[in-house]
C-alpha cells in the first residue's frame, strides 16, 4: 500500500529533502515489498546500497516478477516453519504493488530520512521534536530545531501564553527540558485513571 507522504516528514528534515538528488527505482536503496493482511511478508532488494538492477538491465516487470516468483516459492515448511501457502489473487496483487512502489516511492529520500532521524536520535537523546514552549529569561519562547538539529529560538507573540504561569519553586519543578508542573492531588487520581501511573508531576 502506498504511503501517504503529505505529512510523512519531520518539519526540521524538510530543508534538506528540498536538496537531495532523487533516483526514485533507480537508487541504490531500492526494494519491494508485499505483505499479506496476516503480516507474512516478502521483501525483495533492488539496490544492495551501491549497484541497481534496473539500472543493470533488468524491467520493472521483471522486478515484479522476482517478488511473484519468492510468493510462488514459499511454504509452510520455509522460513523455519514461518512460510505461507500464497494464492494467484496475491500473486497478482504482489506484482501490482510492486509496480507501484517502484513508481511512486522516493527511495533516497526516505533512506537519507531514516539516517537523518538516527543522527537526530543520538544529539536529542530521543526523538527530535518538531517544536518546544520554554520559559526563558521570564518569558516564553518557541524553540525550533533547525535541519541539522539545533535549536533557534522565536519570542512568542505577545498575550499568547497569558493564561499559561511561568513555572516557579511554588508551581513546578525543574527538568532537563522545561519543568514538570505540580499536580493538585484531584489531578493526580485522574491522571492516574487514565494511564495508570502514580507519578504526581506532568511535564510541560
Known amino acids: 500500500m502506498p504511503v501517504d507522504r503529505s505529512n510523512y516528514y519531520h518539519p526540521s528534515f524538510l530543508p534538506l529533502r528540498d536538496k537531495i538528488r532523487e533516483r526514485g527505482a533507480y537508487s ?61 489473487g496475491q500473486f497478482r496483487a504482489a506484482f501490482a504493488e510492486a509496480m507501484d512502489q517502484l513508481m511512486s516511492t522516493p527511495y533516497d529520500t526516505d533512506y537519507l530520512y531514516q539516517r537523518w532521524l538516527e543522527a537526530m536520535h543520538r544529539k536529542w537523546g530521543g526523538h527530535i521534536p518538531a517544536a518546544v514552549i520554554m520559559p526563558l529569561e521570564d518569558q516564553w519562547r518557541l524553540v525550533v530545531p533547525n535541519a541539522m538539529g539545533d535549536p533557534e529560538f522565536f519570542d512568542v507573540r505577545p498575550g499568547v ?3 499559561m504561569p511561568m513555572p516557579d519553586g511554588d508551581n513546578s519543578v525543574e527538568a532537563p527540558l522545561g519543568s514538570y508542573v505540580k499536580l493538585t492531588p484531584e489531578q493526580r487520581e485522574f491522571r492516574k485513571m487514565l494511564r495508570g501511573k502514580e507519578n504526581g508531576y506532568a511535564h510541560t
Do not use: W
Open 28 to 88: 541504490p536503496f531500492a526494494y519491494v515489498q508485499f505483505q499479506t493482511q496476516e503480516g507474512h511478508g516478502h521483501h525483495l532488494m533492488v539496490g544492495d546500497g551501491g549497484d541497481n538492477l534496473l539500472a543493470m538491465g533488468d524491467s520493472v516487470e521483471d522486478i515484479g516478477e522476482q517478488l511473484v516468483a519468492a510468493l510462488a516459492a514459499c511454504s509452510e515448511s520455509k522460513h523455519k516453519g514461518h512460510g505461507r501457502t500464497h494464492d494467484p
Open 161 to 163: 501564553f497569558d493564561d
